[in-house]
Protein backbone atom coordinates (compact mmCIF):
# COMPACT_ATOMS: atom_id res chain seq x y z
CA UNK A 1 0.00 0.00 0.00
CA UNK A 2 1.12 3.52 -0.67
CA UNK A 3 2.06 6.06 1.77
CA UNK A 4 3.20 9.39 1.67
CA UNK A 5 2.08 12.41 2.47
CA UNK A 6 0.08 13.02 -1.80
CA UNK A 7 -1.45 9.65 -1.36
CA UNK A 8 -5.02 9.54 -0.48
CA UNK A 9 -7.28 6.77 -0.36
CA UNK A 10 -10.43 7.15 -2.36
CA UNK A 11 -13.96 6.40 -1.25
CA UNK A 12 -14.66 2.91 -1.02
CA UNK A 13 -17.63 3.04 -3.16
CA UNK A 14 -15.47 4.36 -5.89
CA UNK A 15 -12.84 1.98 -5.16
CA UNK A 16 -15.25 -1.14 -5.77
CA UNK A 17 -16.63 1.01 -8.72
CA UNK A 18 -20.32 1.15 -7.24
CA UNK A 19 -20.94 5.00 -7.35
CA UNK A 20 -19.81 7.89 -9.53
CA UNK A 21 -19.34 10.69 -7.31
CA UNK A 22 -19.64 12.95 -9.92
CA UNK A 23 -22.61 12.26 -11.19
CA UNK A 24 -24.27 11.63 -8.39
CA UNK A 25 -23.46 15.38 -7.53
CA UNK A 26 -24.26 16.59 -10.94
CA UNK A 27 -27.65 14.61 -10.15
CA UNK A 28 -28.40 16.43 -6.49
CA UNK A 29 -27.92 19.67 -7.77
CA UNK A 30 -30.90 19.36 -9.79
CA UNK A 31 -33.00 19.41 -6.39
CA UNK A 32 -35.17 16.96 -8.50
CA UNK A 33 -36.45 13.69 -6.52
CA UNK A 34 -34.05 10.75 -8.68
CA UNK A 35 -35.87 7.82 -10.53
CA UNK A 36 -33.47 5.17 -9.69
CA UNK A 37 -33.69 2.03 -11.86
CA UNK A 38 -31.47 -1.17 -11.21
CA UNK A 39 -31.28 -4.37 -13.09
CA UNK A 40 -30.38 -7.52 -11.80
CA UNK A 41 -30.59 -11.37 -13.62
CA UNK A 42 -34.35 -11.93 -12.52
CA UNK A 43 -35.74 -8.52 -11.09
CA UNK A 44 -36.50 -5.11 -11.69
CA UNK A 45 -35.68 -2.75 -8.95
CA UNK A 46 -37.61 1.06 -9.29
CA UNK A 47 -37.14 3.80 -6.50
CA UNK A 48 -38.31 7.33 -6.50
CA UNK A 49 -35.60 8.66 -3.77
CA UNK A 50 -35.03 12.46 -2.41
CA UNK A 51 -32.08 13.41 -1.24
CA UNK A 52 -31.55 14.79 2.65
CA UNK A 53 -28.35 15.21 4.51
CA UNK A 54 -29.42 12.81 7.05
CA UNK A 55 -29.24 10.18 3.91
CA UNK A 56 -31.47 9.81 0.89
CA UNK A 57 -35.47 8.97 1.44
CA UNK A 58 -37.39 6.45 -0.73
CA UNK A 59 -40.75 8.18 -1.35
CA UNK A 60 -41.60 5.05 -3.36
CA UNK A 61 -40.06 1.30 -3.74
CA UNK A 62 -41.30 -1.43 -6.25
CA UNK A 63 -39.67 -4.52 -7.29
CA UNK A 64 -40.72 -6.33 -10.13
CA UNK A 65 -41.61 -9.50 -7.71
CA UNK A 66 -44.52 -7.23 -7.13
CA UNK A 67 -46.55 -8.06 -10.76
CA UNK A 68 -46.38 -11.53 -9.80
CA UNK A 69 -48.56 -11.21 -7.01
CA UNK A 70 -51.13 -9.06 -9.18
CA UNK A 71 -51.59 -11.75 -11.41
CA UNK A 72 -48.40 -11.51 -14.01
CA UNK A 73 -46.95 -15.09 -14.89
CA UNK A 74 -44.18 -14.33 -17.18
CA UNK A 75 -40.84 -13.64 -16.23
CA UNK A 76 -39.97 -10.54 -14.17
CA UNK A 77 -36.76 -9.26 -15.51
CA UNK A 78 -38.03 -8.35 -19.24
CA UNK A 79 -39.16 -5.29 -20.82
CA UNK A 80 -42.98 -5.65 -20.76
CA UNK A 81 -42.13 -6.21 -16.62
CA UNK A 82 -40.10 -3.36 -16.66
CA UNK A 83 -42.46 -1.12 -17.74
CA UNK A 84 -45.39 -2.31 -15.43
CA UNK A 85 -42.57 -1.82 -12.80
CA UNK A 86 -42.02 1.51 -13.97
CA UNK A 87 -46.05 2.34 -13.68
CA UNK A 88 -46.50 1.04 -10.37
CA UNK A 89 -43.66 3.18 -8.88
CA UNK A 90 -45.15 6.44 -10.65
CA UNK A 91 -48.30 5.57 -9.30
CA UNK A 92 -47.37 5.00 -6.09
CA UNK A 93 -45.08 7.92 -6.27
CA UNK A 94 -47.88 10.24 -7.27
CA UNK A 95 -49.53 9.21 -3.58
CA UNK A 96 -46.61 10.82 -1.91
CA UNK A 97 -46.94 14.35 -4.06
CA UNK A 98 -44.14 13.25 -6.70
CA UNK A 99 -45.06 15.17 -10.12
CA UNK A 100 -41.47 15.41 -11.32
CA UNK A 101 -38.37 13.53 -11.16
CA UNK A 102 -34.69 12.78 -12.97
CA UNK A 103 -33.54 9.72 -14.51
CA UNK A 104 -30.61 8.05 -11.78
CA UNK A 105 -29.44 4.45 -14.19
CA UNK A 106 -26.02 4.70 -11.71
CA UNK A 107 -23.14 2.75 -14.00
CA UNK A 108 -25.33 1.01 -16.11
CA UNK A 109 -24.27 1.96 -19.51
CA UNK A 110 -27.06 4.04 -21.66
CA UNK A 111 -28.25 1.55 -24.25
CA UNK A 112 -31.07 2.43 -26.57
CA UNK A 113 -34.35 0.66 -25.83
CA UNK A 114 -32.96 -1.01 -22.72
CA UNK A 115 -35.05 -2.24 -19.44
CA UNK A 116 -34.16 0.98 -17.47
CA UNK A 117 -35.38 3.14 -20.52
CA UNK A 118 -38.96 0.56 -20.61
CA UNK A 119 -39.07 1.16 -17.09
CA UNK A 120 -38.45 5.08 -17.52
CA UNK A 121 -41.33 4.63 -20.25
CA UNK A 122 -43.36 3.68 -17.73
CA UNK A 123 -43.00 6.11 -15.29
CA UNK A 124 -43.57 8.61 -17.89
CA UNK A 125 -47.05 7.33 -18.63
CA UNK A 126 -48.32 7.35 -15.04
CA UNK A 127 -48.10 10.66 -15.28
CA UNK A 128 -44.61 11.98 -13.88
CA UNK A 129 -42.50 14.33 -15.59
CA UNK A 130 -39.16 13.75 -16.86
CA UNK A 131 -37.47 14.97 -19.46
CA UNK A 132 -35.97 12.45 -22.05
CA UNK A 133 -35.43 11.87 -26.06
CA UNK A 134 -38.41 9.60 -27.31
CA UNK A 135 -35.89 8.07 -29.45
CA UNK A 136 -34.17 6.36 -26.96
CA UNK A 137 -37.19 4.54 -25.22
CA UNK A 138 -38.36 0.92 -26.16
CA UNK A 139 -40.60 0.16 -29.26
CA UNK A 140 -44.57 -0.48 -28.46
CA UNK A 141 -43.78 -4.20 -29.82
CA UNK A 142 -41.71 -4.70 -27.19
CA UNK A 143 -43.35 -2.76 -24.21
CA UNK A 144 -46.34 -5.00 -24.89
CA UNK A 145 -44.61 -8.40 -25.34
CA UNK A 146 -44.97 -9.20 -29.02
CA UNK A 147 -41.81 -9.83 -29.10
CA UNK A 148 -41.73 -12.51 -26.67
CA UNK A 149 -44.97 -14.07 -27.96
CA UNK A 150 -42.88 -14.77 -31.71
CA UNK A 151 -40.52 -16.62 -29.72
CA UNK A 152 -42.69 -18.78 -27.30
CA UNK A 153 -46.29 -20.11 -28.46
CA UNK A 154 -47.75 -20.08 -25.46
CA UNK A 155 -47.27 -16.75 -24.70
CA UNK A 156 -49.24 -15.43 -27.21
CA UNK A 157 -51.87 -14.52 -24.12
CA UNK A 158 -48.80 -12.23 -23.16
CA UNK A 159 -50.40 -9.30 -24.66
CA UNK A 160 -53.79 -9.66 -23.08
CA UNK A 161 -52.50 -9.90 -19.76
CA UNK A 162 -50.12 -6.67 -19.92
CA UNK A 163 -53.50 -4.98 -21.05
CA UNK A 164 -55.24 -6.19 -18.11
CA UNK A 165 -52.17 -5.60 -15.58
CA UNK A 166 -51.65 -2.31 -16.93
CA UNK A 167 -55.63 -1.46 -16.50
CA UNK A 168 -55.44 -2.66 -12.81
CA UNK A 169 -52.41 -0.94 -12.11
CA UNK A 170 -53.72 2.93 -13.50
CA UNK A 171 -56.89 1.99 -11.87
CA UNK A 172 -54.81 2.56 -8.15
CA UNK A 173 -54.20 5.78 -9.71
CA UNK A 174 -58.11 6.77 -9.69
Same mark, same amino acid.
Request: net charge positive; with cysteine; glycine share 10%.
Given at each position: ????????? !?? @? @? !? @? #? #? !?? /???? @????? =?? %??IRFVVRVSNKNIIAQLVEYSEEGDRI???? /?? #???????? %??????TSAAYLTGILCGVKGKEKGVSEAILDIGRHP??? %?? =?????? !???IDSGIAIDCDEEILPDGDRINGKTIASYFEKSKDIEGQFIKLKEQILALNK
Open positions: MATGTTYSV !KF @R @R !K @R #Q #Q !KT /NYKR @RLNLL =KS %GKMSHV /NS #QVLKTMGW %GYSTSNHVK %GS =KIYGCL !KGL
